[in-house]
């Protein structure tokens, strides 16, 4: 029975150590910083700020004109020039992609494809931890 116990034991440890993290999406907003990212070397990591789009938003209602005939011009060129909806598109698939995973808070981890979703922690060393802990 003892041999058992151990064997188990032994097995639950193996598996902890076992696991594979191929990628991580680290979800955050912009006034939070990634620590440790370092660690990330040999994995697929993205970095997923969440308030691109009201930041994007924000930066353009400064830089419009206050006539409301130039602001139209302003915006018009705007949604025609490719880097603003490449950016602007962007923003949003990240937004998308949070809400996908079901993610309610910051900052949040995806592992491997929603294989996993750790919150609390911008520490990538952090997040291995807790990955291998699990």
Known sequence: MKWLIGLLMLSSVHQAWSVDVRKIELFLN????????????????EVIYLDQVKLLEKSISQRLPKD?????????????????????????????????????????????????LIYGSSDVAELLSRVEQQ
């Open 68 to 116: 409301p005939e130039k602001a139209q011009q302003v915006a018009k060129r705007l949604i025609h020039d490719s880097e603003f909806t490449s950016a602007m598109g962007a923003a949003y698939q990240g937004q998308l992609k949070a809400w996908r995973y079901g993610i309610k808070h910051l900052p949040a981890a995806v592992i491997n494809d929603d294989q996993g």
């Open 30 to 45: 912009s006034d939070m910083a990634v620590q440790n990212e370092r660690f990330a070397r040999d994995i697929e990591f």
